[in-house]
């Protein structure tokens, strides 16, 4: 391996220097995000003695302090491309990832962690405006972030590519390099570094011939000032630099509280500590939250000791989800999984198990110098180490390999290979066994080719996968789309339609005016048709639908969204189509000319896929969403779809009194036949009684609010009993004036004119009883409904109005 000019450890910084907390934090640029999932992946490797020096700041190992120093360099760094120019870049990121951990996990317990995280994020939708028609779309929803207003499609497209393994038809998730990590204090440092890559190699991914073992290793030398002295760890580090070349650091860490360091202020390290802490606390609450998911769900226990080992390295690989020393992890707690849980399949998960648990304190002895010594020695690493490295294999492929295959003579030779060769091409294995990430693969369309990683064709994708990883999009586009030919040919589906994934993408990345949309749109749909149809690989569709999806969003063609992501709604994955079908009804709002009503009906498709994945508040949000558009309209079978899911959804989500009021809404005149209707009535008495049963009285419930059945109030009319009438008679308006005339004439007791009452006949539509005198109420009632009515137990109330 050739070696580079590295500069001497970086010295200490003053507190001014110290990388503010916006260098860790995420962008959230679809491009961003887009680069940084597809950027360098570095293997890390540590000793147990490496890793006790990061356990006294409660991190479990040196890949959890380095890794959210990875996601956001410090700085421009500049690559080459093949022309020899310089690229400036921005917001560069690499990815840490645990050596052994590289393989790729059981994707259908993945689907069970997807499902359980999307359900445990809760609706917000006070942070949506209500949308009716085009001139609610106004600009405070159209300013607001997609992954604000959606937070659980950001977590599922967050986690689902956390979960990504290696691949034989790509290389982003090769590591790049490996970084072996060692403590000062070890006896034997340089026979023990020697031993480490060599051991930790996990043999059956490397063994399949897919991936190289030749990447760039770095030595890092972990000085604690707890255990040994500086010079002796500095006379360490130059027999390291003998040994193994220049390609190593001595990074210092501080592993004491600052009471015990004396002649040094203790202000000098309280100061900002919420500041250090919160470095880490962001990229490491998730696994704690993971792992009681796991422990809570019976569901997701694994079936073999393959599979456990699977899911725990993928565990170990997520970069923000490492737990603290002081907590259980997956690996010590593998008879959780085992547990029987009283066998129930419908376990409500808490959690918020780990939330009575006091969150330690990450880099608790860690001083800002620290702090600036890793972000400085992420930096060195990438820009005096990696990128070199990177540029070199580029170069040595490009004229070796690249050059060759796209001149003339290496088209004749691919022509007359492809034509006039008999026998099995040289360096192609075929894989027997099923990929992980596979829903079939007994299809007789599935090839299972693997080009051995030292091929022309193997080595060609890697080529443009490095240029792609440091920006040069032109010459990558160039290379994939000369080596998809070699894939089409061979028929290894697979390869073939991640190099049509990756041309897409250079052209939407890289392009500064789409011109020709169909033509992307093209690479896609041939990306998709060999994905999901050819080599059944739906978690590789779902990928580049999601990386197309950020694109289009990138460059404002969300008129181009929807069909990208309609094109991925089947029957394999309920919540996925539901999370895509909701983002395209978002889309049609965002387009030029937002389109309502079809925002509205994605949004009732949503909700259906919600409804049948058992996301339940999800469901109800965006049929919700959908009722205010439909409103109004006089749409009936509609209003009764919606009022129906809503009802249902209201009554499982514990909601009785809202599910009555959308019930309530149903039992009305309607289209729908005498089945359906009795179905709405049926499910509307039984939740009635769910409600009494959980009420102190009935009067929580207005009677009037009940359609059916329809009282006519001009019909209603008050009899008295069969010896008398109600019709008016004049006989009795002449015995009260002959009463009146009588009884009140004259003067009372106290010689004062009596005062004559006014007549009792002046209201004549006044029915007079006696008390205790039985009459009757008599009104006429409609039926609105076409199925029969029984009324039971009629109450009559009656109101006294004093006059």
């Known amino acids: 391996m050739d070696s580079v000019n590295l500069s001497s450890p970086v010295s200490e910084l003053s507190r001014s220097s110290t990388p503010s907390l916006s260098v860790f934090n995420q962008s959230n640029s679809p491009k961003d995000f887009v680069t940084r999932v597809l ?73 069970q962690i997807l499902t359980e995280k999307v359900k445990s994020i809760r609706s917000k939708t006070q942070d949506l405006p209500n949308i009716t028609t085009k001139s609610d779309v106004k600009e405070r929803y159209l300013e607001a972030n997609l992954d604000d207003l959606t937070p659980w499609y950001a977590e599922y497209r967050r986690l689902f590519f956390t979960f990504t393994g290696v691949s034989e038809h790509e290389t982003f998730e090769h590591p790049v390099a490996c970084i072996i990590a060692i403590s000062s204090s070890n006896k034997d440092p340089i026979n023990t570094l020697s031993q480490m890559y060599s051991v930790t190699i996990p043999s059956p991914l490397f063994d399949k011939g897919f991936m190289d073992t030749t990447i760039l290793k770095y030595y890092v030398l972990l000085h604690d000032n707890h255990k040994v002295s500086l010079e002796h760890s500095e006379a360490v580090f130059e027999k390291m630099k003998r040994s193994f070349g220049l390609h190593c650091h001595l990074l210092k860490l501080n592993s004491i509280p600052p009471v015990l360091i004396p002649e040094e202020p203790i202000s000098k390290y309280s100061a900002d500590r919420s500041f250090i802490s919160d470095i ?71 959690l918020s198990l780990t939330n009575n648990i006091s969150p330690p304190i990450y880099g608790q002895y860690m001083s800002e110098e620290d702090i600036t010594g890793i972000n400085s020695f992420v930096r060195e690493l990438v820009v005096q180490s990696i990128v070199p490295f990177m540029e070199r294999n580029i170069q040595n492929w490009n004229e070796q390999v690249a050059s060759s295959r796209r001149g003339i003579t290496g088209r004749l030779f691919s022509a007359s290979r492809r034509y006039f ?162 983002q395209a009804a978002h889309a049609f709002l965002r387009c030029s000319k937002p389109m309502v009503r079809k925002y509205a009906f994605h949004m009732i498709l949503a909700g259906h896929r919600y409804v049948k994945c058992n996301q339940r508040e999800h469901a109800y949000r965006c049929y919700l969403a959908a009722s205010q558009v439909f409103e109004n309209h006089s749409w009936s079978l509609v209003d009764d779809h919606i009022n129906f899911v809503l009802g249902r959804q209201s009554y499982h989500l514990g909601d009785l009194p809202t599910a009555i009021k959308f019930f309530l809404k149903l039992l009305k005149a309607s289209r729908q036949p005498q089945t359906q209707q009795s179905a709405y009535l049926k499910e509307f008495l039984y939740i009635y009684k769910q409600y009494l049963s959980k009420t102190d009285t009935e009067s929580n419930f207005n009677s009037e609010e009940l359609p059916i059945p329809i009282i006519e109030d001009s019909s209603v009319k008050v009899i008295l009993s069969n010896l008398q009438s109600s019709e008016y008679d004049d006989g009795w308006e002449i015995l009260e004036e002959d009463f009146l005339d009588e009884g009140f004439s004259g003067l009372d007791a106290f010689g004062k004119p009596r005062v004559r009452p006014s007549t009792l006949s002046s209201d004549i539509h006044r029915t007079v009883c006696a008390i205790g005198e039985p009459f009757f109420v008599q009104f006429t009632t409609q039926n609105p409904m076409q199925i029969p009515i029984n009324v039971n137990d009629m109450t009559l109330e009656c109101e006294f109005n004093l006059t």
């Open 39 to 111: 950027s360098p992946r570095i293997a890390v490797i540590s000793s147990q003695d490496a890793d006790q020096v990061c356990q006294v700041n409660n991190f479990p190992d040196f890949l959890t302090l380095i890794k959210p120093f990875g996601e956001r360099i410090e700085g421009r760094v500049t690559a080459m491309d093949s022309q020899g120019l310089k690229i400036p870049i921005e917001n560069f990121t690499v990815r840490f990832a645990n050596l052994t951990s590289l393989q790729q996990p059981d994707f259908q317990m993945i689907s």
């Open 421 to 582: 060769s008999t026998g099995p091409k040289t360096g192609l294995v075929q894989q027997s066994s099923q990929y992980p990430y596979a829903s079939n693969t007994s299809s007789n369309n599935v090839s299972n080719t693997i080009y051995n990683y030292n091929t022309p064709e193997a080595q060609m994708r890697k080529l443009a996968d490095w240029s792609f990883m440091l920006r040069d999009y032109k010459f990558a586009h160039s290379v994939y789309d000369t080596v998809k030919k070699d894939f089409s040919a061979d028929k290894a589906w697979k390869y073939y339609a991640g190099a049509q994934e990756m041309i897409g993408i250079c052209l939407l990345i890289a392009s500064t005016n789409i011109n020709n949309r169909t033509e992307i749109e093209y690479y896609f749909d041939q990306a998709m048709n060999a994905y999901y149809n050819r080599s059944k690989l739906p978690f590789y569709a779902t990928r580049a639908t999601i990386l197309h999806y950020e694109l289009l969003k990138f460059r404002n063609l969300y008129k181009d969204a929807p069909p990208a992501l309609i094109r991925l709604t089947g029957d394999d994955s309920d919540l996925r189509s539901a999370l895509f079908l909701e």
């Open 280 to 350: 880490w606390t962001s990229t490491v609450n998730d696994l704690n939250l993971l792992n009681s998911m796991l422990v809570a769900s019976p569901s997701i226990q694994p079936t073999s000791p393959e599979v456990l080992h699977s899911l725990q390295n993928s565990l170990t690989s997520l970069s923000s989800y490492s737990l603290p020393p002081t907590m259980s992890t997956l690996n010590s707690s593998i008879s959780s999984f085992t547990e029987d849980n009283n066998n129930d399949s419908q376990v409500s998960l808490n």
